[in-house]
Protein backbone atom coordinates (compact mmCIF):
# COMPACT_ATOMS: atom_id res chain seq x y z
CA UNK A 1 0.00 0.00 0.00
CA UNK A 2 1.82 3.37 -1.00
CA UNK A 3 1.55 6.27 1.66
CA UNK A 4 -0.84 9.13 1.67
CA UNK A 5 -0.26 12.32 1.43
CA UNK A 6 -2.82 15.37 2.13
CA UNK A 7 -2.08 18.66 0.83
CA UNK A 8 -3.76 21.65 2.22
CA UNK A 9 -4.68 24.56 -0.65
CA UNK A 10 -4.95 24.24 -4.67
CA UNK A 11 -2.54 26.84 -5.05
CA UNK A 12 0.56 26.79 -7.67
CA UNK A 13 2.46 25.35 -4.75
CA UNK A 14 0.20 22.37 -3.58
CA UNK A 15 -0.68 21.29 -7.22
CA UNK A 16 3.18 21.63 -8.28
CA UNK A 17 3.30 19.48 -4.89
CA UNK A 18 0.65 17.04 -5.45
CA UNK A 19 1.93 16.09 -9.19
CA UNK A 20 5.74 16.03 -7.78
CA UNK A 21 4.09 13.28 -5.00
CA UNK A 22 2.19 11.47 -7.39
CA UNK A 23 4.44 11.14 -10.19
CA UNK A 24 6.10 9.53 -7.06
CA UNK A 25 4.00 6.76 -6.52
CA UNK A 26 2.49 8.69 -3.24
CA UNK A 27 -1.38 9.30 -2.88
CA UNK A 28 -2.72 12.00 -3.14
CA UNK A 29 -5.73 14.34 -1.42
CA UNK A 30 -5.82 18.02 -2.57
CA UNK A 31 -8.05 19.84 -0.16
CA UNK A 32 -8.57 23.42 -1.29
CA UNK A 33 -11.70 26.17 0.19
CA UNK A 34 -12.49 27.66 -2.90
CA UNK A 35 -14.26 26.08 -6.06
CA UNK A 36 -11.40 26.13 -8.12
CA UNK A 37 -7.65 25.40 -8.88
CA UNK A 38 -4.45 28.53 -8.65
CA UNK A 39 -4.92 30.14 -5.36
CA UNK A 40 -3.93 33.92 -6.35
CA UNK A 41 -4.00 32.62 -9.76
CA UNK A 42 -6.99 33.50 -10.81
CA UNK A 43 -9.44 35.20 -13.61
CA UNK A 44 -12.66 37.32 -13.51
CA UNK A 45 -15.61 37.89 -16.29
CA UNK A 46 -17.47 40.38 -16.16
CA UNK A 47 -19.67 42.56 -19.49
CA UNK A 48 -17.74 40.70 -21.92
CA UNK A 49 -14.23 41.56 -20.64
CA UNK A 50 -11.57 38.64 -18.63
CA UNK A 51 -8.60 39.64 -16.43
CA UNK A 52 -5.97 37.63 -14.87
CA UNK A 53 -6.41 39.10 -11.46
CA UNK A 54 -2.94 37.66 -10.03
CA UNK A 55 0.48 36.55 -11.50
CA UNK A 56 0.44 38.18 -14.73
CA UNK A 57 3.67 37.05 -16.42
CA UNK A 58 5.05 33.47 -17.10
CA UNK A 59 9.49 33.19 -16.09
CA UNK A 60 11.90 30.37 -16.01
CA UNK A 61 9.63 28.37 -18.13
CA UNK A 62 12.34 25.28 -17.39
CA UNK A 63 11.23 25.21 -13.99
CA UNK A 64 7.21 23.74 -15.72
CA UNK A 65 9.58 21.86 -17.91
CA UNK A 66 10.89 20.24 -15.34
CA UNK A 67 7.70 19.87 -12.92
CA UNK A 68 5.81 17.76 -16.07
CA UNK A 69 8.95 16.09 -16.87
CA UNK A 70 8.69 14.52 -13.35
CA UNK A 71 5.30 13.15 -14.38
CA UNK A 72 6.73 11.42 -18.18
CA UNK A 73 4.62 14.91 -19.51
CA UNK A 74 5.66 17.56 -21.73
CA UNK A 75 4.65 21.29 -20.97
CA UNK A 76 3.93 22.33 -24.17
CA UNK A 77 1.04 19.38 -24.85
CA UNK A 78 -0.87 21.36 -22.18
CA UNK A 79 -0.45 24.90 -22.17
CA UNK A 80 0.90 27.33 -24.61
CA UNK A 81 3.45 29.48 -24.16
CA UNK A 82 3.33 33.02 -26.37
CA UNK A 83 6.79 34.48 -25.72
CA UNK A 84 6.30 38.39 -25.22
CA UNK A 85 7.98 41.14 -26.82
CA UNK A 86 8.42 43.52 -25.58
CA UNK A 87 8.88 42.11 -22.70
CA UNK A 88 7.72 45.57 -21.21
CA UNK A 89 7.22 49.10 -22.20
CA UNK A 90 8.45 51.22 -19.69
CA UNK A 91 7.48 55.25 -19.57
CA UNK A 92 8.85 58.11 -17.30
CA UNK A 93 7.31 61.44 -16.42
CA UNK A 94 10.15 63.02 -18.44
CA UNK A 95 8.81 62.01 -21.57
CA UNK A 96 11.05 58.66 -22.13
CA UNK A 97 9.73 55.65 -23.13
CA UNK A 98 11.83 52.23 -23.54
CA UNK A 99 10.41 48.66 -24.92
CA UNK A 100 12.56 45.79 -22.44
CA UNK A 101 13.36 43.03 -24.54
CA UNK A 102 14.85 39.68 -23.78
CA UNK A 103 17.25 39.84 -27.00
CA UNK A 104 20.54 41.78 -25.39
CA UNK A 105 21.72 43.12 -28.50
CA UNK A 106 18.24 44.48 -29.35
CA UNK A 107 18.04 45.92 -25.67
CA UNK A 108 21.25 47.54 -25.83
CA UNK A 109 20.72 49.44 -29.14
CA UNK A 110 16.78 50.42 -27.31
CA UNK A 111 19.15 51.67 -24.54
CA UNK A 112 22.09 53.21 -26.68
CA UNK A 113 19.48 55.16 -28.21
CA UNK A 114 17.27 56.50 -25.45
CA UNK A 115 20.31 57.06 -23.13
CA UNK A 116 23.77 56.80 -25.04
CA UNK A 117 25.82 54.22 -25.28
CA UNK A 118 27.52 54.17 -22.18
CA UNK A 119 24.38 53.01 -20.74
CA UNK A 120 24.73 50.57 -23.63
CA UNK A 121 27.68 49.28 -22.70
CA UNK A 122 27.20 49.25 -18.95
CA UNK A 123 23.51 47.29 -19.64
CA UNK A 124 25.99 44.60 -21.63
CA UNK A 125 28.28 44.45 -17.90
CA UNK A 126 25.20 44.75 -15.92
CA UNK A 127 23.91 41.64 -17.62
CA UNK A 128 27.27 39.68 -17.34
CA UNK A 129 26.92 40.61 -13.37
CA UNK A 130 23.32 39.52 -13.24
CA UNK A 131 24.23 35.96 -15.25
CA UNK A 132 27.41 35.22 -12.68
CA UNK A 133 24.63 35.87 -9.65
CA UNK A 134 22.47 33.23 -11.15
CA UNK A 135 25.20 30.94 -11.38
CA UNK A 136 25.82 31.04 -8.04
CA UNK A 137 22.58 31.80 -6.54
CA UNK A 138 20.38 28.59 -8.50
CA UNK A 139 22.00 25.78 -7.48
CA UNK A 140 22.17 26.28 -3.51
CA UNK A 141 19.35 28.87 -2.82
CA UNK A 142 16.53 28.18 -5.46
CA UNK A 143 16.58 24.69 -6.86
CA UNK A 144 16.27 22.69 -4.07
CA UNK A 145 14.71 22.80 -0.36
CA UNK A 146 16.14 26.02 1.82
CA UNK A 147 19.64 25.70 2.35
CA UNK A 148 21.09 26.02 5.96
CA UNK A 149 24.02 28.67 7.17
CA UNK A 150 25.92 25.72 6.56
CA UNK A 151 25.83 25.66 3.06
CA UNK A 152 26.80 28.83 2.62
CA UNK A 153 29.79 28.41 5.05
CA UNK A 154 30.65 25.39 2.36
CA UNK A 155 30.59 27.68 -0.79
CA UNK A 156 33.83 28.41 -2.36
CA UNK A 157 34.63 31.90 -0.79
CA UNK A 158 34.81 33.86 -4.60
CA UNK A 159 31.11 32.70 -4.39
CA UNK A 160 30.44 33.90 -1.40
CA UNK A 161 31.66 37.34 -2.34
CA UNK A 162 29.97 36.94 -5.63
CA UNK A 163 25.89 36.36 -3.67
CA UNK A 164 26.51 40.43 -3.68
CA UNK A 165 24.74 40.11 -0.30
CA UNK A 166 26.43 43.12 1.33
CA UNK A 167 24.87 45.92 -0.87
CA UNK A 168 21.53 46.64 -1.59
CA UNK A 169 19.83 46.14 -5.12
CA UNK A 170 19.83 49.70 -5.34
CA UNK A 171 23.45 49.96 -4.61
CA UNK A 172 24.39 47.45 -7.09
CA UNK A 173 22.51 48.85 -9.89
CA UNK A 174 23.36 52.52 -9.21
CA UNK A 175 27.45 50.80 -9.26
CA UNK A 176 26.54 50.52 -13.09
CA UNK A 177 24.28 53.12 -14.22
CA UNK A 178 24.29 56.14 -14.49
CA UNK A 179 20.94 57.68 -15.18
CA UNK A 180 18.14 57.46 -12.79
CA UNK A 181 15.97 55.56 -15.49
CA UNK A 182 17.67 52.59 -15.63
CA UNK A 183 18.34 52.37 -12.00
CA UNK A 184 14.73 52.72 -11.38
CA UNK A 185 14.01 49.75 -14.39
CA UNK A 186 16.27 47.19 -12.95
CA UNK A 187 15.40 48.29 -9.30
CA UNK A 188 11.78 47.42 -9.88
CA UNK A 189 12.75 43.50 -9.98
CA UNK A 190 12.69 43.85 -6.21
CA UNK A 191 8.74 44.15 -6.19
CA UNK A 192 8.35 40.56 -7.99
CA UNK A 193 8.63 39.27 -4.09
CA UNK A 194 7.23 42.17 -2.66
CA UNK A 195 9.95 43.60 -1.28
CA UNK A 196 12.53 47.16 -1.94
CA UNK A 197 15.24 47.83 -3.89
CA UNK A 198 16.63 50.72 -1.42
CA UNK A 199 16.64 47.42 0.79
CA UNK A 200 16.95 44.27 -0.36
CA UNK A 201 20.25 42.50 -1.38
CA UNK A 202 21.94 42.91 -4.45
CA UNK A 203 21.58 39.27 -4.44
CA UNK A 204 18.22 39.66 -5.78
CA UNK A 205 18.88 41.26 -9.34
CA UNK A 206 19.65 37.73 -9.96
CA UNK A 207 15.43 38.26 -10.80
CA UNK A 208 17.15 40.79 -13.95
CA UNK A 209 18.66 37.98 -15.51
CA UNK A 210 15.78 35.37 -14.97
CA UNK A 211 13.70 37.67 -17.06
CA UNK A 212 15.72 39.66 -19.40
CA UNK A 213 17.88 37.11 -20.42
CA UNK A 214 16.08 34.08 -20.36
CA UNK A 215 12.84 35.48 -21.37
CA UNK A 216 8.94 36.12 -20.56
CA UNK A 217 5.86 34.33 -21.49
CA UNK A 218 1.91 34.61 -21.63
CA UNK A 219 0.04 31.36 -21.63
CA UNK A 220 -2.52 31.76 -24.52
CA UNK A 221 -6.06 32.30 -23.31
CA UNK A 222 -4.52 33.83 -19.56
CA UNK A 223 -2.11 33.53 -17.14
CA UNK A 224 -4.85 31.18 -15.41
CA UNK A 225 -4.51 28.67 -18.25
CA UNK A 226 -1.29 27.39 -16.04
CA UNK A 227 -3.45 26.81 -13.10
CA UNK A 228 -5.62 24.56 -15.07
CA UNK A 229 -2.68 22.77 -16.92
CA UNK A 230 -1.62 21.94 -13.41
CA UNK A 231 -4.82 20.36 -12.35
CA UNK A 232 -4.81 18.55 -15.33
CA UNK A 233 -1.89 16.74 -15.28
CA UNK A 234 -2.78 16.25 -11.62
CA UNK A 235 -5.97 14.69 -11.99
CA UNK A 236 -3.93 12.38 -14.91
CA UNK A 237 -1.86 11.40 -11.94
CA UNK A 238 -4.63 10.17 -9.84
CA UNK A 239 -4.80 13.09 -7.52
CA UNK A 240 -7.79 13.46 -6.09
CA UNK A 241 -8.83 16.96 -5.88
CA UNK A 242 -11.73 18.37 -3.15
CA UNK A 243 -12.62 21.67 -3.64
CA UNK A 244 -14.93 23.77 -1.38
CA UNK A 245 -13.50 21.95 1.58
CA UNK A 246 -12.15 23.91 4.00
CA UNK A 247 -9.69 22.75 6.80
CA UNK A 248 -9.95 23.23 9.97
CA UNK A 249 -7.07 21.41 11.53
CA UNK A 250 -3.77 19.49 11.35
CA UNK A 251 -3.89 16.86 13.60
CA UNK A 252 -0.92 15.30 15.14
CA UNK A 253 -0.51 12.47 17.94
CA UNK A 254 3.12 13.08 19.86
CA UNK A 255 4.32 15.94 17.70
CA UNK A 256 3.55 13.59 14.57
CA UNK A 257 1.43 14.56 11.62
CA UNK A 258 -1.33 11.93 11.60
CA UNK A 259 -3.91 13.47 9.22
CA UNK A 260 -6.26 16.38 8.45
CA UNK A 261 -9.61 17.46 10.00
CA UNK A 262 -11.97 19.29 7.69
CA UNK A 263 -14.71 21.81 8.44
CA UNK A 264 -17.72 19.62 9.53
CA UNK A 265 -15.50 17.39 10.82
CA UNK A 266 -14.56 14.34 8.04
CA UNK A 267 -10.78 12.95 8.99
CA UNK A 268 -8.50 12.05 6.37
CA UNK A 269 -5.47 10.06 7.98
CA UNK A 270 -2.63 10.91 6.32
CA UNK A 271 1.22 9.80 6.61
CA UNK A 272 2.14 13.19 5.61
CA UNK A 273 0.58 16.82 4.95
CA UNK A 274 2.06 19.20 3.21
CA UNK A 275 0.26 23.31 3.65
CA UNK A 276 0.17 25.33 0.77
CA UNK A 277 -2.29 27.91 2.89
CA UNK A 278 -0.25 30.89 4.21
CA UNK A 279 2.50 30.02 6.57
CA UNK A 280 1.50 32.31 9.34
CA UNK A 281 -2.67 31.45 8.69
CA UNK A 282 -1.51 27.41 9.41
CA UNK A 283 0.80 28.31 12.83
CA UNK A 284 -1.83 30.68 14.46
CA UNK A 285 -5.03 28.73 13.16
CA UNK A 286 -4.25 24.94 11.35
CA UNK A 287 -2.48 23.53 14.34
CA UNK A 288 -3.47 22.23 17.82
CA UNK A 289 -0.57 23.65 19.44
CA UNK A 290 -1.08 27.09 18.27
CA UNK A 291 1.95 29.43 17.29
CA UNK A 292 3.09 33.19 17.39
CA UNK A 293 3.51 34.78 13.53
CA UNK A 294 7.33 34.81 12.58
CA UNK A 295 8.98 37.84 13.53
CA UNK A 296 9.40 39.10 10.06
CA UNK A 297 8.28 41.66 7.88
CA UNK A 298 5.90 40.84 5.35
CA UNK A 299 6.23 41.80 1.73
CA UNK A 300 3.80 44.42 0.20
CA UNK A 301 0.03 43.72 -0.63
CA UNK A 302 -1.38 45.87 -3.91
CA UNK A 303 -4.11 47.58 -4.62
CA UNK A 304 -6.25 46.61 -7.91
CA UNK A 305 -7.97 48.06 -10.19
CA UNK A 306 -10.37 46.20 -12.80
CA UNK A 307 -11.41 48.39 -15.77
CA UNK A 308 -13.24 47.41 -18.57
CA UNK A 309 -11.74 50.68 -21.10
CA UNK A 310 -13.24 51.79 -24.30
CA UNK A 311 -11.13 52.72 -27.63
CA UNK A 312 -8.11 50.84 -28.78
CA UNK A 313 -4.73 52.65 -26.95
CA UNK A 314 -1.89 51.83 -29.59
CA UNK A 315 0.50 53.62 -27.47
CA UNK A 316 0.23 50.82 -25.20
CA UNK A 317 1.89 47.02 -24.71
CA UNK A 318 0.73 43.89 -23.06
CA UNK A 319 3.05 45.04 -20.44
CA UNK A 320 3.06 48.61 -18.81
CA UNK A 321 5.09 50.55 -16.36
CA UNK A 322 4.43 54.35 -15.59
CA UNK A 323 7.14 55.04 -12.93
CA UNK A 324 7.33 57.68 -10.43
CA UNK A 325 9.36 60.28 -10.26
CA UNK A 326 10.54 59.88 -6.58
CA UNK A 327 10.81 56.03 -6.01
CA UNK A 328 12.64 56.46 -2.86
CA UNK A 329 9.66 58.13 -1.42
CA UNK A 330 7.17 55.69 -3.08
CA UNK A 331 8.87 52.58 -1.10
CA UNK A 332 9.11 54.71 2.33
CA UNK A 333 5.53 54.93 2.38
CA UNK A 334 4.95 50.84 1.40
CA UNK A 335 7.49 49.92 4.09
CA UNK A 336 8.23 52.98 6.25
CA UNK A 337 5.09 54.91 6.54
CA UNK A 338 3.12 52.19 5.70
CA UNK A 339 0.67 53.90 3.73
CA UNK A 340 -0.57 53.90 0.17
CA UNK A 341 1.86 55.52 -1.91
CA UNK A 342 0.58 59.77 -2.87
CA UNK A 343 2.76 59.35 -6.10
CA UNK A 344 2.90 55.73 -7.63
CA UNK A 345 4.17 53.81 -9.63
CA UNK A 346 1.22 52.12 -12.27
CA UNK A 347 1.55 48.70 -13.95
CA UNK A 348 -0.80 48.43 -16.48
CA UNK A 349 -1.46 44.69 -17.70
CA UNK A 350 -3.79 44.75 -20.93
CA UNK A 351 -4.53 40.72 -22.13
CA UNK A 352 -6.17 41.87 -25.13
CA UNK A 353 -3.32 42.83 -26.89
CA UNK A 354 -2.63 39.81 -27.17
CA UNK A 355 -6.15 37.68 -26.78
CA UNK A 356 -8.28 40.10 -28.31
CA UNK A 357 -11.17 37.88 -27.44
CA UNK A 358 -10.48 39.16 -23.30
CA UNK A 359 -12.28 42.34 -24.12
CA UNK A 360 -15.59 43.43 -26.85
CA UNK A 361 -14.99 44.65 -29.79
CA UNK A 362 -13.05 48.00 -29.59
CA UNK A 363 -12.65 47.70 -25.83
CA UNK A 364 -9.36 46.47 -23.71
CA UNK A 365 -9.36 45.20 -20.83
CA UNK A 366 -6.45 47.08 -18.07
CA UNK A 367 -5.32 44.91 -14.80
CA UNK A 368 -4.13 48.00 -12.71
CA UNK A 369 -1.71 47.02 -9.87
CA UNK A 370 -0.03 49.66 -7.53
CA UNK A 371 2.33 48.05 -4.94
CA UNK A 372 0.18 48.75 -1.48
CA UNK A 373 1.46 48.24 2.09
CA UNK A 374 0.79 45.31 4.17
CA UNK A 375 -2.41 45.67 6.52
CA UNK A 376 -1.52 48.44 9.55
CA UNK A 377 -3.06 50.66 11.81
CA UNK A 378 -1.35 53.39 10.06
CA UNK A 379 -4.51 53.19 6.65
CA UNK A 380 -7.69 52.62 6.81
CA UNK A 381 -9.09 50.52 3.23
CA UNK A 382 -12.24 50.96 5.24
CA UNK A 383 -12.20 54.47 4.50
CA UNK A 384 -9.86 55.26 2.35
CA UNK A 385 -10.21 52.60 -0.67
CA UNK A 386 -13.08 55.03 -2.78
CA UNK A 387 -10.87 58.32 -2.74
CA UNK A 388 -7.93 56.24 -3.04
CA UNK A 389 -9.30 54.64 -6.48
CA UNK A 390 -10.25 58.74 -7.63
CA UNK A 391 -6.70 59.33 -7.02
CA UNK A 392 -5.32 56.50 -8.61
CA UNK A 393 -7.67 56.84 -11.90
CA UNK A 394 -6.60 60.14 -11.64
CA UNK A 395 -2.69 59.85 -11.90
CA UNK A 396 -3.74 57.35 -14.91
CA UNK A 397 -5.85 59.83 -16.66
CA UNK A 398 -2.73 62.45 -16.16
CA UNK A 399 -0.45 59.71 -17.83
CA UNK A 400 -2.87 59.03 -20.63
CA UNK A 401 -2.46 62.62 -21.60
CA UNK A 402 0.89 63.06 -22.00
CA UNK A 403 1.14 59.92 -24.17
CA UNK A 404 -2.12 60.14 -26.37
CA UNK A 405 -3.24 61.67 -29.29
CA UNK A 406 -5.16 64.76 -29.13
CA UNK A 407 -8.83 64.24 -27.86
CA UNK A 408 -7.80 60.48 -27.05
CA UNK A 409 -9.76 59.80 -23.14
CA UNK A 410 -9.76 56.80 -21.07
CA UNK A 411 -13.67 55.92 -20.70
CA UNK A 412 -14.35 53.25 -18.29
CA UNK A 413 -17.15 50.94 -18.64
CA UNK A 414 -16.44 48.67 -16.29
CA UNK A 415 -14.56 49.09 -13.30
CA UNK A 416 -13.91 46.66 -10.05
CA UNK A 417 -11.47 47.24 -7.16
CA UNK A 418 -9.46 44.95 -4.70
CA UNK A 419 -7.78 46.82 -1.78
CA UNK A 420 -5.19 44.72 0.16
CA UNK A 421 -8.04 44.03 2.84
CA UNK A 422 -9.97 42.31 0.34
CA UNK A 423 -7.06 40.30 -0.97
CA UNK A 424 -6.50 38.77 3.01
CA UNK A 425 -9.90 38.47 2.56
CA UNK A 426 -9.75 36.06 -0.50
CA UNK A 427 -6.50 34.28 -0.13
CA UNK A 428 -6.06 34.47 3.55
CA UNK A 429 -2.27 36.26 3.08
CA UNK A 430 -0.98 37.34 6.49
CA UNK A 431 -1.83 41.01 6.45
CA UNK A 432 -3.07 41.27 2.74
CA UNK A 433 0.88 40.32 2.08
CA UNK A 434 0.78 39.13 -1.68
CA UNK A 435 4.74 37.21 -1.31
CA UNK A 436 4.51 36.02 2.02
CA UNK A 437 7.40 37.62 3.45
CA UNK A 438 9.38 40.33 2.33
CA UNK A 439 13.31 40.04 1.15
CA UNK A 440 14.18 43.28 2.81
CA UNK A 441 17.17 41.97 5.28
CA UNK A 442 20.79 40.78 4.31
CA UNK A 443 19.59 37.23 5.43
CA UNK A 444 16.39 36.80 3.97
CA UNK A 445 17.24 33.77 1.80
CA UNK A 446 17.59 31.98 5.37
CA UNK A 447 15.01 33.91 7.36
CA UNK A 448 11.62 32.22 4.78
CA UNK A 449 10.40 29.17 6.92
CA UNK A 450 11.86 25.39 6.02
CA UNK A 451 9.70 23.36 3.40
CA UNK A 452 10.19 21.14 6.33
CA UNK A 453 8.37 21.77 9.62
CA UNK A 454 11.84 21.57 12.37
CA UNK A 455 9.09 20.51 15.11
CA UNK A 456 6.80 18.37 13.65
CA UNK A 457 7.11 15.34 11.95
CA UNK A 458 5.56 14.64 9.00
CA UNK A 459 4.77 18.49 8.18
CA UNK A 460 5.29 20.26 5.25
CA UNK A 461 5.25 23.89 3.29
CA UNK A 462 5.01 24.95 0.44
CA UNK A 463 4.07 28.54 -1.12
CA UNK A 464 4.89 31.81 -1.79
CA UNK A 465 5.73 32.16 2.63
CA UNK A 466 8.21 29.52 2.53
CA UNK A 467 11.54 28.57 0.72
CA UNK A 468 12.21 29.82 -1.69
CA UNK A 469 9.70 32.69 -1.78
CA UNK A 470 6.98 34.03 -4.19
CA UNK A 471 6.17 34.74 -7.55
CA UNK A 472 5.09 31.25 -9.84
CA UNK A 473 8.26 29.87 -10.66
CA UNK A 474 9.56 29.73 -7.03
CA UNK A 475 5.74 28.62 -5.85
CA UNK A 476 6.60 25.78 -8.02
CA UNK A 477 9.91 24.92 -6.69
CA UNK A 478 9.17 25.28 -3.21
CA UNK A 479 6.02 22.82 -3.98
CA UNK A 480 9.01 20.09 -5.56
CA UNK A 481 10.99 20.89 -2.59
CA UNK A 482 8.02 19.96 0.01
CA UNK A 483 7.68 16.44 -2.15
CA UNK A 484 11.54 16.31 -2.16
CA UNK A 485 11.23 16.27 1.94
CA UNK A 486 8.32 14.05 2.14
CA UNK A 487 10.06 11.42 -0.70
CA UNK A 488 13.43 11.59 1.87
CA UNK A 489 11.40 10.81 4.97
CA UNK A 490 9.03 8.74 3.58
CA UNK A 491 10.20 6.27 1.01
CA UNK A 492 7.38 4.63 -1.01
Known amino acids: MSRRVVVIGAGIGGLSASIALAARGYRVTVLEKQARPGGKMAEVRANGFRWDTGPSVITMRHVYEQLFALAGRRLEDYVQLVPLQPLTRYFWP?????????????????????????????????????????????????????????DLLSLPLADVLRLDAL??????????????????????FATYNGSSPYRAPATLNVIAHVEMAQGAWYP????????????????????????QTPVAEIELHHRRVCGVRAEGGVRLP??????????????ESLLPERRPAPKLEPSC?????????????????????????????????????????????????????????????????????????????????????????SHVLEQLRMWLERIAPFGQRLEVIHLDRWTPADLQARYGGYRGAIYGFSSNTRLAAFSRPNNRDPRMRGLYFAGGSVHPGGGVPLVTLSGMAAAQCVAEDWPV
Open 167 to 188: RTMHQAISSFFKTPHLRQLFGR
Open 301 to 389: SGFVLLIGARGDWAQLAHHNIFFTDDYPREFADIFERCVAPTNPTLYVCITSKTDPSHAPPGCENWFVLVNAPYLSPAFDWSRQAEPYT
Open 270 to 283: ADAVVCNADYTLAQ
Open 94 to 150: DGVVLDAVSDQDAMAENIRVAFGPGEAERYRRFMRYVARLHEVVGPPFLYRRKPALR
Open 220 to 243: RGGVYQLALAFERLARELGVELCY
